[in-house]
T-cell receptor
Framework: KNQVEQSPQSLIILEGKNCTLQ??????????LRWYKQDTGRGPVSLTI?????NTKSNGRYTATLDADTKQSSLHITASQLSDSASYIC????????????FGAGTTVTVRA | DGGITQSPKYLFRKEGQNVTLSCEQN?????MYWYRQDPGQGLRLIYY???????QKGDIAEGYSVSREKKESFPLTVTSAQKNPTAFYLC?????????????FGNGTRLTVT
């Protein structure tokens, strides 16, 4: 069973609207959670990293939240733009393994004009 | 500009043929990785290397081989033993294999085997 689950699988929003993506994880103990953005046909790019002590972190129009008690993270996109159309992937390191990462399957966001 | 270059972008091969995917980085990173991406699934680790002349199997290494003769290069060979090789392959690097190090990805190679 995947230790990182993302929802929804995909969503469509109108340009200028906001949306929120969810990531639930079961990895324990927890060290950090990273969000990546993957444009179609390209490699993922890191958006932000959330550590255990952080609740909220912003990167431009992207705001990530973390609730370590419920093991949930969200990525909020504000005032969406066409360039936000991409897949957003949540990643959590496995405990005790420096190289081992658990990847969510991603949420595909489509922004329409 | 520093980065990771994967080539070719698209690759077509007949069943039974071995094929090698190229990955070069000029970020001076010690660690390099190969992942496979299939629709609806998270990335899966094929091989990783923490240092030159050393590499380790990941979760799905069967049917694949790698080499790390130079710090900058980490080619992946998909052999005929790989039962379902059609996929999007991503190469990545990081400063170290520590959990805090972000992965820097190339733009992938899409391999189609018929």
């Amino acid at each position: 069973k995947n230790q990182v689950e993302q929802s929804p699988q995909s969503l469509i929003i109108l340009e200028g609207k906001n949306c929120t993506l969810q990531c639930n994880y079961t990895v324990s103990p927890f060290s950090n959670l990273r969000w990546y953005k993957q444009d179609t046909g390209r490699g993922p790019v890191s958006l932000t990293i959330m550590t255990f002590s952080e609740n909220t972190k912003s990167n431009g129009r992207y705001t990530a939240t973390l609730d370590a008690d419920t093991k949930q993270s969200s990525l909020h996109i504000t005032a969406s733009q066409l360039s936000d159309s991409a897949s957003y992937i949540c990643v959590v390191p496995a405990p005790g393994n420096d190289y081992k990462l658990s990847f969510g399957a991603g949420t595909t966001v489509t922004v329409r004009a | 500009d520093g980065g990771i270059t994967q080539s070719p972008k698209y690759l077509f091969r007949k069943e039974g043929q071995n094929v090698t995917l190229s990955c070069e980085q000029n970020l001076n990173h010690d660690a390099m990785y190969w992942y496979r991406q299939d629709p609806g699934q998270g990335l899966r680790l094929i091989y990783y290397s923490q240092i030159v002349n050393d590499f380790q199997k990941g979760d799905i290494a069967e049917g694949y081989s790698v080499s790390r003769e130079k710090k900058e290069s980490f080619p992946l060979t998909v052999t005929s033993a790989q039962k379902n090789p059609t996929a999007f392959y991503l190469c990545a690097s990081s400063i170290t294999t520590g959990a805090d190090s972000p992965l820097h990805f190339g733009n992938g190679t899409r391999l189609t085997v018929t």
